[in-house]
């Protein structure tokens, strides 16, 4: 057995900064009043095991390896398929973070339903909830297969060795907060637990090729509670975004090893429990006021998929010194950008007025292509124009004015066309990509080179 000593570690909550005393500041990611105070052990020699492991361990010759281990389990969920790069890949570890509340559990529920229809082993693994408040949930969702099992533990030594013995095929850890490890001396929850217990977990996904969703809290600042590192452990991060008494819920793949990092899956919250939206365009436009000023819709690519979205905009005089700026759905320090561009290129007096932008359906959109959408908008509110019901716009607007090119403009463009919508105003760079491939008796393209242009289109 190796010996073990107590000392005393300062950890930052936010980046997983290990220091011997404590600091106001953090070195690592500068963030204040971040540290806590942890008594851990330390081991002064490698144990059996890890001596017998790391012999077990031989490096392989590259060419040699063989891809026939990253074959992919199908969730029975097309939209959280689309995120996870087409399926669950065996022995990854998967972190699902969300507000409480917010769908979490329910999604991995679905997931573990599908897989046991199929006769996968399935082991799910809960720290907070009791095996009825499980089934109650589980009747709701729909008819599992025999081969769902529960286990309601919090020791991860004992879930270890269940997880050696029935060797399931997939495994949910809900949630990694409330797991422990006896050879921590920390309370459950700790930075030095969370990231332990991952550790822990990360093992068992690599070495029985088992693959692992864990569920992780979010903090009030909307990161995993935990150290930062634990985001870097795990071969997956995704986040549940959206409000939790509305009925749309986004699931965003922030990071994936095996697929891109920029697609996004769609559901509704239903009493039955999460639904897919296959046509996300058009739930985001259900609703949208007709003939109604400071009112346009935007096209912006998530990953693969392009979604239209509705912009709305209230320019108004202000009644104070200092006119108020307020940004829903989108960066707020792009809209001033934005305002200021208007100012100064567009010749516009917006410095006295309140502004107001708002992305409806609570999606949250950071591409630049909606730029050109959140400017006509704020043109059309403040002139009190009404713009076409059937146009699109998307576009990136520069410092100077300037309408600069956005990609994969033609599936932009068929995604308009598919809708119903018959103009699309457009960056005039990207219309070379477009030639020949768009039917001009279906559609009309309105290029534009700079802001003017493309005010000028919607008077």
């Known amino acids: 057995m190796a010996a073990k000593s107590k000392k005393t570690i300062y950890f930052c909550q936010n980046c997983g900064h290990e220091s011997g005393k404590w600091m106001g500041q953090c070195p690592g990611c500068r963030q204040w009043n971040t540290f806590v105070e942890e008594i851990v052990s330390t081991k002064t020699q490698a144990t059996a095991a890890q001596i017998r492991n790391a012999s077990d361990n031989v490096p392989v010759n590259l060419n040699e390896v063989s891809l026939d281990q990253t074959d992919r389990i199908t969730t029975g969920i097309k939209e959280l398929d689309r995120v996870l790069g087409g399926g669950i890949v065996q022995g990854s570890l998967t ?3 969300g507000d409480p509340g917010i769908g979490k559990s329910t ?6 339903q599908h897989l046991s229809q199929q006769g996968l082993q399935v082991l799910y693994v809960s720290g907070e909830e009791s095996r009825e408040q499980i089934k109650m949930r589980a009747i709701r969702i729909g008819e599992f297969g025999n081969s769902m099992k529960l286990l309601c533990e919090t020791n ?19 949630s990694i907060q409330t797991m422990f490890n006896e050879e921590v001396s920390s309370s459950p929850g700790s930075v030095s637990q969370v990231r332990e217990s991952t550790n822990v977990l990360m093992q068992i996904a690599k070495g029985m090729q088992i693959p692992v969703f864990i569920v992780g809290h979010v903090t009030k600042e909307g990161s995993v509670a935990g150290p930062r590192v634990l985001e870097h452990m795990v071969d997956s991060v995704l986040y549940f975004e959206g ?19 920029n697609e996004i899956g769609v559901f509704e919250m239903r009493e039955e429990g999460l639904v897919e939206v296959e046509n996300p365009s058009e739930y985001m436009l259900d609703g949208r006021p007709q003939g109604a000023s400071g009112s346009v819709v935007a096209c912006s690519m998530e990953g693969t998929r392009p979604i239209m979205i509705e912009i709305q905009a209230l320019v108004c005089q202000t009644n104070f010194g200092l006119p108020r700026r ?3 759905g989108t960066d707020y320090n792009r809209v001033n950008l934005l305002m200021a ?4 290129r567009g ?16 999606i949250k959109m950071t591409e630049p292509a909606v730029d050109l959408g959140i400017l006509l908008a704020l043109v059309s509110s403040h002139k009190d124009l009404v713009i076409d019901d059937k146009l699109v716009v998307f576009g990136e607007v520069g410092l100077s004015g300037e309408v600069r090119s956005v990609s994969m403009a033609e599936q932009r463009v068929q995604e308009a066309q598919k809708l119903g919508f018959e103009k699309v105003i457009l960056p005039k760079v990207c219309m070379k990509a477009l030639k020949g491939k768009t039917d001009p008796e279906k559609i009309q393209l309105i ?12 008077l």
């Open 95 to 97: 972190l699902v973070g």
């Open 107 to 112: 999604l991995l529920l679905q997931v573990c």
């Open 156 to 174: 991860l030594s004992i879930i270890r060795s269940w997880i050696e013995k029935t060797k399931p095929q997939m495994i949910v850890i809900d």
């Open 243 to 261: 409000e939790r008494h509305a009925s749309y819920r986004i699931l965003r793949g922030v990071k994936n090893r095996f697929g891109s990092t």
């Open 326 to 328: 307020t940004a829903n």
């Open 341 to 344: 561009v208007l100012e100064k």
């Open 347 to 362: 010749r516009l007096n917006l410095s006295s007025c309140d502004a107001y932008v708002n992305i409806a359906g609570g």
């Open 447 to 458: 290029p534009v080179e700079n802001i003017r242009d493309a005010v000028n289109a919607i």
